[in-house]
């Protein structure tokens, strides 16, 4: 095990990595760079390492409470009134990732060949972290669970990405935040406010805490007249050290402790993002959306980088996030008795 300077040192080198990473693939023109680019950079340097140091929780929650933030701001009374009257078309899309998680448990059951419980966990398209947890305290594997979870993440935020960026920015693009950024002071008064309602929802153990915290207390200030956006580097860091987490998952170990599972997940979300394309048409010909919209507010990653591909493509911001804050909300509170309910009729083998 290194000493705490060779574990300083390497958590720099991973840093410097993704951001460097991130340039390149903005120089090269790469859909979403600073976050594929830093994922991929180290990735590469994990592969070819054999070794990675873990970053810090703190990196994490600030990112997302960068992400958060800014994409809170869009939330205006206009854009409020227009996301509520999408409400049923909210309902079905996290209706739906409740049947596709039902329906996807037993083929992960039989290609990865574990027991239900791990199946039904390793399938739902909650907030992969609550999945894990929840999949602990059912008895099930929950490092097949993590494993399946990481997966699906990086291959849908990859997929999504590089789907948004071939199909371009669509002509009814959504709201756009202006050119100007926030003074300091109501820059400082904002990050303050999301840090501190961070940390009441996490007290209060609700998901993903840094990013609904700040997203509620950017929509506060949207609704006071804050019409203004985050400076760019702070977002660019912020896409920085998400790519860096995804990336960290891309290890030697990660490919080497069950290829069946990472292959039988692999398989599986190929195959949701496949329905997802589907069901987004549906529901943007029934909403009125772009088509790209419908798809990224119902693909199962994470609610960070789907918000981050909306922001960045100019796909709606404000309605991609309001799909994915309902779908997890929705799948943490019903996976656990539709679990209970598969094993019992038998839908997936206990």
Sequence with gaps: ?????????????????????????????MPLPWVLGAMLAVALMALASGRTQRQ????????????????????????????GALAPWIALGAASALVLSWLAAPVFQRLANCDGST???AVAL???????LQA??????????ASAHATRIILVTTSATLLAGLVGVPTSAGPVLPAGVLPWPQL???LAGAAAAALVLQRCRLPNPWLLGPVLVGGVCAAQGWNARLPDGLLVAAQVLIGWALGLNITRAFFARAPRVLLSA???????????????????????????????????GGMAEMGLIAKAFALG???VTAFHIVRIVTTIFLTQPMARWMLATGWVRA
Excluded: H
Excluded at 126 to 132: I, P, R
Excluded at 136 to 145: E, F, I, S, T
Excluded at 271 to 297: D, E
């Design 1 to 29: 095990m290194a000493g705490p300077v060779g574990s300083l040192g390497w958590l720099a080198i991973s840093a410097l990595t993704a951001g460097l990473g991130g340039w390149l693939a903005r120089g090269i023109g």
């Design 56 to 83: 810090p929780p703190l990196a994490r929650r600030l990112a997302q409470g960068a992400i958060g933030a800014s994409l809170g701001l869009y939330f205006t009374p206009a854009i409020l009134a227009q996301t």
């Design 119 to 121: 199946a039904i966990y």
């Design 126 to 132: 909650g907030a992969s972290a609550e999945m894990a």
């Design 136 to 145: 602990q305290r059912a008895g099930a594997d929950a490092a097949v669970v």
């Design 188 to 190: 400082l008064v904002l």
């Design 266 to 300: 692999a398989l599986v979300t190929l195959g949701i993002l496949a329905v997802c394309l589907g069901l987004g048409w549906a529901i943007a010909r029934g909403a009125g959306l772009p088509l790209m919209t419908g798809f990224v507010a119902l693909v199962p």
């Design 317 to 319: 911001a404000p309605t």
